[in-house]
């Protein structure tokens, strides 16, 4: 499965007045492509800061002292505002706790549904069009550099000129049918509209604007793929003027029957099939003759049958050619690699770090390693993109730590003679004396270390592995890619465009007459519609990963279910990874795929939905299953004694352990790794080491799980 995001070590810290919380403690989790995790805590857990991290969003207290979020090969912790203006909303989107944070109390729901799509519609047709060029070119030159002579060389340079010329044809084509099928699908749901109102003899205000809109949009659906013009053309322009004519003589009957006929027109042309303008715009820009008059089926595989002979295989042969020669020099390169990061290990592991030389030799190894990336290669390479901005961080911290240590050291000593001060004299001191809150500068030379030996352990994988890569396959995966950069570009979002998506969007997320409360405020919306509009705005961009964060808590029970199915329904319609924060197991029971069980900046337990809900090892997460209401019985909900530990004084041991009726000595005394229960199964807690003591889950987490088990065995029966 493919994994959309990697969280490795996370760390994040917030200076206050009183010292610095610790709100994140070392955390790692993936998310795979369609996949639901839920992050599971209470308060102050650290879930919620997890959540804004990956999307940038942290307060200016915040302090990233470790880890990496790594999507697209970028590190998101190391890329600027300006390029997570590219993520945030568009790859990444949140829906927070009150929708009314995600809304503008006095700007009509329509206008910021349609807002996102403009802005980001712009963004992609420019992010598409550079794709497209750049890979072309760069495509060019490795063919013609791995050209064997003056003919291999010229032919190359021929294809590359062709693709760009019938790319560009394939793309007028393309957009003249997304206008002609946008306008098809826009008339129809306004002609439902009127219809419905004129039969019920109830127009309402601005119904005459819509009927010039229906009128427009038949007119530009007049397109041989989708209305066409050969058959219709006629009959579409007399029934929009008549339309249009009638309804200014309020001649309702004559107004219907024109919205009937062109409604039975528009459906048949929202339903054709696309064709393939890929294949079609070759076959118009070098056949030099029309297209033949056939079924779609027939003409598209007919239409393949001449780009594969004329032009593709040729095609494909060269850019085969032109990918393994990449791939080889950039292995050539890899080897180099490999030795100046060997080289490079006693310098960031000497006793005492030389800024310097230290600084140099990051700027020799991010120009090596910038050297080793494929220019063919269509996904990005996460640890090489991220391999310089990771050791900068980690560099800057050191010797920002080197010497900040000095002045908190010598404020500490100076606090510490206070306290002892009047310690000596029998006083209690009203405060407590906090450990200096110094940089970890050993922890930092292992993360650069680490940094380093993982590198070069990913170069060598790649060099061992060389002979088994599929050519074949990447230059297909390269040609898609082309194809889909080159779609990109026509994918123009007009604002007629944008509102026919926002009301079809509005549809989705469960909201009726879309077309009316497309110009209301949110204030005229219940709480549940509300969360509908931001999820619909959260969707408007086509996110990969949506962050839910507890999306339902200002609910009441019933409304807290719609929105739950609903985002279960958009994740499987639209293979969305989902992270869903919240601090009620039983909100996510039926809906994640995996579940993290976060505590005091820690995750205690991970595992699949099954493992957590049937097969629970920490006993945090018994005390949370306890604590959880259940239909099925009457029994006392149990209460999770004590409070969470104060985070600017971590516990030494287990931070759990002070509400823990099972804790150890141990527990007090040092932190539980995190012990393996299967593949997918992992809590961090002494009760599972070898020399622990047997202890079963709590009689009320073994009642649940029974009656689980029993209502699980009835539905399948």
Not at 643 to 656: E, L, R, V, W
């Amino acid at each position: 499965m493919e994994n959309k995001l990697h969280v490795q070590d996370l760390r994040i810290s917030f200076r206050t007045s009183n010292g610095k919380v610790q709100a994140v403690r070392g955390i790692d989790f993936d998310l795979s492509r369609g996949e639901t995790l839920a992050i599971v805590g209470e308060s102050g857990s650290g879930k919620s800061v997890t959540s804004k991290a990956i999307l940038g969003i942290l307060a200016g207290n915040s302090i990233v002292e470790s880890g990496e979020i790594i999507y697209d090969g970028q590190d998101l912790l190391k890329i600027s505002e300006q390029d997570f203006h590219k993520i945030r909303g568009d790859k990444i989107a949140m829906i927070f706790q009150d929708p009314m944070s995600s809304l503008n109390p006095i700007v009509r729901i329509g206008r910021q549904l349609t807002e996102a799509m403009l802005l980001k519609g712009k963004n992609r047709q420019r992010e598409s069009r550079n794709s497209f060029y750049g890979y072309l070119k760069s495509l060019g030159s490795m063919m013609a550099a791995s050209a064997a002579n003056d003919t291999e060389r010229t032919r190359a340079a021929v294809s590359c000129r062709k693709f760009q010329q019938f790319e560009k044809k394939h793309t007028e084509l393309e957009a003249a049918y997304n206008i002609a099928h946008e306008g098809a699908s826009e008339a129809l749901d306004d002609i439902a509209i009127i219809a419905f109102e004129l039969e019920k003899n109830t127009v309402a205000r601005g119904a005459a604007d819509r009927v010039k809109d229906i009128a427009r949009c038949c007119r530009e659906s007049l397109n041989k793929y989708v209305v066409d013009p050969d058959i219709y053309k006629e009959e579409v322009l007399h029934n929009a003027s008549s339309l249009e004519g009638n309804f200014k003589k309020k001649d309702y009957p004559a107004v219907l029957k024109s919205l009937y006929r062109l409604r039975d027109i528009m459906a048949e042309g929202a339903e054709k099939p696309k064709p393939n303008f890929f294949r079609m715009g070759y076959y118009l820009t070098f056949s030099d003759k029309p297209l033949p008059e056939m079924p779609l089926e027939k003409l598209n595989d007919f239409l393949l049958d001449f780009l594969e002979k004329d032009f593709m295989r040729d095609f494909v042969s060269d850019a085969k050619r032109a990918l393994t020669y990449s791939a080889d020099q950039c292995r050539i390169r890899m080897g180099r690699a490999v030795e100046e990061l060997e080289a490079a290990k006693p310098i960031f592991a000497a006793k005492r770090l030389n800024k310097k030389q230290c600084m140099d030799t990051w700027k020799k190894l991010g120009k090596t390693v910038k050297e080793t990336i494929d220019p063919l290669a269509v996904s990005r390479d996460s640890l090489v993109y991220t391999f310089s901005p990771s050791m900068k961080s980690e560099l800057l911290k050191y010797f920002y730590g080197v010497k900040a240590n000095v002045g908190i050291l010598r404020g500490y000593e100076r606090e510490k003679r206070k306290y002892d001060a009047i310690v000596s004299k029998g006083g209690k001191p009203d405060w407590e004396l906090a450990d200096p809150a110094v940089t970890d500068l050993e922890l930092i030379k292992a993360n650069l270390s680490h940094i380093i030996h993982r590198l070069a352990e990913h170069y060598q994988k790649i060099l061992d592995s060389a002979d088994s890569r599929d050519y074949h396959a990447e230059t297909i995966a390269a040609i898609d890619y082309l194809m889909q950069s080159a779609s990109g570009i026509v994918d123009k979002v007009t604002p007629r465009i944008a509102r026919h998506r926002a009301i079809r969007l509005m549809e989705e997320v469960g909201i009726s007459e879309p077309h009316k409360r497309f110009r209301q405020y949110p204030f005229e919306f219940s709480g549940g519609m509300r969360q509908r509009i931001v999820i619909a705005i959260a969707l408007a961009a086509n996110p990969d990963i949506l962050i839910c964060d507890e999306p339902t808590t200002a609910l009441d029970v019933t409304i807290q279910s719609q929105i739950l199915e609903l985002i279960s329904k958009l994740k499987t319609e639209r293979s969305l990874s989902v992270i869903f924060i919240t601090h009620d197991l039983g909100v996510v029971a039926n809906m994640a795929d995996r579940v993290a069980v976060m505590y005091a900046g820690k995750i205690v337990e991970y595992g699949t939905s099954e493992d957590i809900f049937y097969h629970a090892a920490h006993p945090y997460t018994w005390a949370l299953l306890s604590s959880m209401p259940d239909l099925d019985t009457d029994e006392k909900l149990t209460a999770i004694p004590g409070t969470p530990p104060n985070m600017i004084y971590p516990p030494k041991g287990d931070a759990f352990a002070l509400r823990n009726k099972y804790a150890m000595q141990i527990d007090f005394e040092r932190q539980p790794p995190m012990f393996r229960i299967n593949d997918t199964h992992y809590a961090a807690t002494w009760l599972l080491h070898p020399d622990a003591p047997k202890v079963d889950p709590p009689k009320a987490v073994m009642d649940r799980i029974a009656r689980m088990n029993q209502r699980r065995e009835a539905e399948n029966e």
